[in-house]
């Protein structure tokens, strides 16, 4: 299966690694909007083309996974390019999906090909996850905690302020939150009472760290509703301590069962991860595995993770994961 | 979707309990090998047939869920019905599994209809939960742990013992294996390491309760490899305090991703559960939606949970969980 990479940032490089883990995958190679001159691919042997070529190449490749960011890229993106490959995209703007769905199935199947949309670990695992704790249960509650992590656009705001230099945002779970739903409290939990945010910021020599720390803790949407707090570092310090991308979470299910709800349970799935970008790389090619079996089998249109059997993940065969893994 | 119960013990009274917690599905029926006169089920409107009629209903069941046990019920039975209806089954006997898939996939080919088999926790959600890691992370380390739980097994292993009157087992994975595994450690754990099993035991008033500690924790296969505890206490104290059946466990997966394998990730999906056969069957009439579906598409043979697409377990359109869920 020939895998490609359309779009070369962090999340691109985490499916260059993640293509050499997998023993039936390997890499066409790497489209970037960037001069290819000027792209070091994490392996010296990968080739790097134009992303203005792509379509040359719609039938040296199997499936392309769109490494595009959310907010701009991927709904112009993945519509564009699903008439004329197989596609694997992680568009992650939760109330936007329906919409992008109907614009990726339309060019999907226009091209008779497969498209998977919002892969990754949320959306991804987090919903299938989701997913089946509500079919088993039918009569309970919900919660999805995020963290201890690294949130990008909570970095990216605090590095907006005036007189900030740098800045790494971590997204934290409340142990007692997490602590009252496992124990099936059922829990109401205020948006305060479920995370607190935790700031590393590096200011100019000159600027007023008390003003800062105050934009930041008051900054609406992103801040105001949490318990935040803010430690001034140096460059190096944070360069040093912080350059990593680390997330997780968790998602957890309570209900009831027996003939007057007597009897409880707790569904709970975990993931605590060193490289956000590298774990969802991984599901991304998971899942390219899935859309190339799909394609092969003459399916065509778009798919979410909801959509996929989960035998056409595997690199085993079916009889091997009935017997192996079942 | 009309659900009709083979079997009432402990999991068909489960199914008729989980039946009523879906809008989508209603009881046809509980079929039982005793005297239906004798069968007192849990709502009092259930009705009751004996299971030797079965086949005089095959038009009226759109799937029945076959409540029997793994070591000689369903060996039997799901084939023998696979032709005729459309079933569930919760066979656990890990590696008899192909041969059971072999039997069961004749007999619903035949007759055109849709078997899911080995649906439950274990096999079942864990088998799903080890199947998505391990497609996930190629490079990385499986484990997992049972419990707290009772294990009927062990449990009627104890009764069979010479003076003892009644017993209840938990096994209980140890918690420092548990903590190495999610700190990434890749312990290789011997059985002793990774589990403990606790008895509580109530002994005939003249029995050697010396004898028979000594007999239980050297029991081979079932205590001989653990570190055994065992407690004699009264029948009442039994009745009392482990007339429950609670289980669960954790799977967890770690790996490695990066150019140089240098970040972990931990995967980890557990139950906590007051009723193992009440879960189980909730479980069960989730794969029981699915197959109904599948049947209704025109789908026949033999599936496990592996073949399911997540989309067929809810009682939501597709349309509703990318919107809701995804």
Redesign the interface.
Known sequence: MKIAIYGYGNLGR?VE??VR??PDTELFGVFTRRSPENVTP??PGTKVFPAADITKYKNDIDVLIICGGSATDLPKMTPSLASDFNVIDSFDT?AD??KH?AAVNEAAKRGGKVAVI?VGWD?G?F??????A??????GKDYTFWGKGVSQGHSDAIRRIEGVLDARQYTIPVQAALDSV?AGENPELTTREKHTRLCYVVAAADADKKRIEQEIVAMPKYFSDYDTTVNFISQEELDRDHKGIPHGGFVIRTGS???AG??????????????NP??T???LV?FA?AAYRMSGRGDCGCK????????D???KT??Q???E??
Request: aromatic residues 8%; charged residues 20%; glycine residues 2%.
């Open positions: 985490g690694s993640a883990q997998n994490v392996f939760h999906i329906p769905f919002s959306p695992m919903s299938l996850n989701r997913l089946y509500n079919a088993i249960l039918p009569d496992r069962t027996g003939a007597e009897n409880r349970h707790v569904i709970e799935y975990s993931l605590k991860l060193d490289s590298e774990f790389a991984s599901v998971a595995r979410t993770v909801f959509d996929i059997a989960p035998v993940l595997s690199v079916r009889d994961v009935i017997a893994m079942l």
